[in-house]
């Protein structure tokens, strides 16, 4: 089970901060004994990767900080608090599921997404929800996918909500997949390609 932002906030240093113009969610490690995943903060610091939060490193002395630059993005809670359709829902988990699927070809675990709604954010224009990766290696866990998408489900406030059973029956398959899972929503919403 992902840890939730407060619990990862209370075991590292997690703040907001604004430095030229730019708003950043930072990490900041003061143990150099702590295991920074080096390797996906390279991949993301080499690639543009749109559905990861863009980030730099930096240390001083001992001090290590991870910076998100979370400038012009929707906070993904705010986009919950709206009302939605199930098309949006389609297009939103479709794009999840992609995401999920490309990130092996850049070697990232979705085990080390920070997944608290609160650090997730959303571009409407896409439907593409953007994820922070958790630099450190120890707080990296399983992620539960039929789950996850329970929890955005059951938080969104669907207008058409009589779809809502389709997805619902679609995450309790025993033999749930992403792959199946985006092709179901495709064809239940329309959707042949997002």
Not at 90 to 98: G, H, Q, R, V, Y
Not at 124 to 141: E, G, M, Q, T, Y
């Amino acid at each position: 089970m992902t840890k939730s932002f407060k619990e990862i906030k209370k075991l590292n240093k997690w703040y907001k901060n604004n430095e030229r113009g730019k708003v950043l969610e930072v990490f900041e490690e003061d143990s150099l004994d702590s295991v920074l995943d080096t390797t996906a903060i390279g991949i993301i610091m080499s690639n543009n990767i749109p559905y990861l939060i863009p980030l730099s490193f930096s240390q001083v002395d001992e001090t290590r900080y991870v910076k998100f630059d979370i400038s012009s993005r929707i906070g993904f809670r705010e986009f919950m608090c709206r009302d939605t359709t199930f098309k949006t829902v389609a297009k939103l988990f479709i794009n999840i599921c992609d995401s999920f699927v490309d990130m092996h070809k850049y070697m990232i675990d979705t085990g080390s997404l920070v997944t608290d709604f609160d650090m997730m954010f959303f571009e409407p224009a896409n439907s593409l929800v953007s994820f922070i990766v958790n630099p450190d290696v120890s707080k990296h866990r399983p992620l539960d996918y039929s789950s996850f998408f329970k929890n955005i489900l059951f938080e969104l406030r669907i207008t058409d909500a009589a779809n809502v059973g389709i997805i619902i029956n679609m995450l309790n398959s025993p033999s749930f997949s992403l792959e199946e899972f985006s092709q179901q929503l495709r064809r239940q919403s329309g959707l042949e390609t997002v």
